[in-house]
């Protein structure tokens, strides 16, 4: 029956971001068929820890059965009713208002998506709107950073700051570019990096600035205390808008209900997707501010033309009110902001017996470690020695899944699990990260003086 799947897999499915000739020459390396806590298990009947709460969107952890009720008793009793035009319903209005009172400052109206990139599409198009029904249509470039992750559809892939991502199908719209990104950098270094750009360009054609308050997929790259703040005075001095894209770190993930609120900067529009239903529904969306509302409310004529069917979807609104329930109730943000410190002290006792152990850091349950040829100089390994890809293998092996970033010469591997994580098995993870880790370095042979 397994060998039945693998090969019904290789000739009808598709896989999202992976290698369909690796697909096709080994077929799927895990077929998942349960999960339950922070532990997956597949079709062999092996355990693993889900590291990277799957998507970096499994905030509560796999298998609650409450949000299985909440999701069967809404399908009962009105599975879909659409929220375009004059229709509405209580679970997206009870929604909206939810979100309004945990987003921060004055983000008080809220557009429901699908997903993360249509969030960010749909902020792109808003930010756009703003200035036109203003009388400043030439306001249309958007910002990001290098290494940024925004998602795959037009606007959001041309935001995106991996260039594979544009490379696939050449670029999909003009109009975005990309400024440096702070990894590595000093804070002055890169908000100069982002300055530069809007003289060169003119701030009367930059609509708005967007970047994650923590790069995930770029790395778990976490700014400086004052980078955002800074992004917060330059946007206000060019009257750029400043888009948070808090799809990874909304939610609770880095200690905060979101990643702005641990540098307390509000944003002038913040999207969100995955832990707002922790997965179990796709659900995204954009919450905006009170001004912009405002502008929209006095200047936007007739119809906005923008809206997608499933818009405040009813299941997954009563989906995403119970999770956040279950997050308020079992405090588990501030459990992630506690075990994001236990994290961070256990990658640190791992670097002090590993020599290829580079950086490690933590924002809450946000985490990364660093392998490096030489940790005193930072000097990476050749991208051929594909030490990224082997230790992300042995950790499988290990039993933990978690996701190796290997762009521009890094090797990074990450760590978003499951909020509902506790010290033991944090230990558990990092002896495993451990062992996979002195496996590799045992393997490259490599010898340092002392
Ligand atoms: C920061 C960020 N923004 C946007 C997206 C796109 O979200 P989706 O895959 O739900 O479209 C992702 C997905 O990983 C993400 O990490």
Redesign the pocket.
């Known amino acids: 029956m397994l060998k039945d799947l693998i090969e019904l897999d290789k000739k009808h499915f598709i896989h999202p971001t992976s290698s369909i000739q690796q697909q096709q020459e080994a077929g799927p390396r895990l077929i998942i068929e349960e999960g339950d806590g922070i532990y997956l298990k597949d079709r062999n009947g092996k355990t693993f820890i889900d590291a990277m709460s799957s998507?970096?969107?499994v905030n509560v952890g796999h298998g609650r059965k409450e949000l299985a009720d909440a999701a069967s008793e809404q399908m009962q009793k009105m599975a879909y009713s659409s929220a375009f035009s004059t229709f509405s319903h209580e679970p997206a209005i009870l929604l909206a208002e939810k979100i309004a009172s945990l987003a921060p400052g004055d983000l008080n109206a809220v557009f429901f998506t699908?997903?993360?990139?249509?969030?960010?599409d749909t902020a792109f198009k808003l930010a756009r709107h703003y200035w036109k029904i203003q009388g400043q249509s030439k306001k249309r470039t958007i910002i990001s950073l290098k290494r940024?992750?925004?998602?795959?559809?037009a606007g959001?892939t041309s935001a995106t700051g991996i260039p594979e991502f544009w490379d696939m199908a050449g670029h999909m719209m003009t109009g975005f570019i990309h400024a440096k990104t702070h990894y590595q950098q000093s804070t002055e270094e890169a908000i100069n990096s982002i300055r530069t750009l809007i003289e060169e360009q003119g701030a009367e054609t930059i609509a708005a600035f967007i970047a994650?308050p923590v790069?995930?997929?770029g790395g778990v790259l976490i700014p400086t205390a004052d980078y955002f703040k800074e992004i917060r005075k330059l946007c206000d001095e060019n009257d750029i808008l400043f888009i948070a894209?808090?799809?990874?770190?909304g939610f609770g993930r880095t200690g905060k209900m979101f990643g702005l609120d641990n540098w307390d900067v509000t944003p002038d529009m913040l999207?969100f997707?995955?832990g707002v239903t922790s997965g179990y529904m796709?659900l995204?969306g954009v919450v905006v501010s009170d001004h912009i509302h405002n502008v929209l409310k006095e200047k936007s004529e007739g119809t906005l033309f923008h809206g997608f069917t499933y818009s405040g979807h009813p299941t997954a609104a009563v989906v995403a009110l119970k999770n956040i329930e279950i997050i308020e109730a079992e405090g588990l943000v501030e459990n992630a902001r506690k075990m994001g410190q236990v994290l961070l002290h256990a990658f640190h006792e791992v670097k002090s017996k590993l020599k290829i152990v580079g950086e490690v850091r933590t924002l809450g349950l946000l985490g990364a470690v660093e392998l490096v040829q030489n940790p005193l100089t930072n000097e990476r390994f050749s991208p051929d020695l594909k030490v990224t890809p082997i230790v992300i293998d042995a950790l499988q092996d290990l039993g933990v899944i978690c996701r190796g970033v290997n762009y521009d010469g890094t090797d990074i591997i990450c760590f978003a699990p499951p909020l509902i994580i506790n010290e033991q098995q944090i230990h558990t993870l990092v002896e495993k990260l451990y062992e996979a880790v002195s496996f590799i370095q045992d393997q490259l042979n490599i010898h340092y003086k002392n």
Do not use: F, M, R
């Open positions: 998507l970096w969107n699908s997903g993360g990139s249509e969030s960010n940024g992750y925004h998602g795959v559809a959001s994650e790069q995930g997929s894209d808090e799809v990874i770190t999207t997707a995955k796709p995204g």
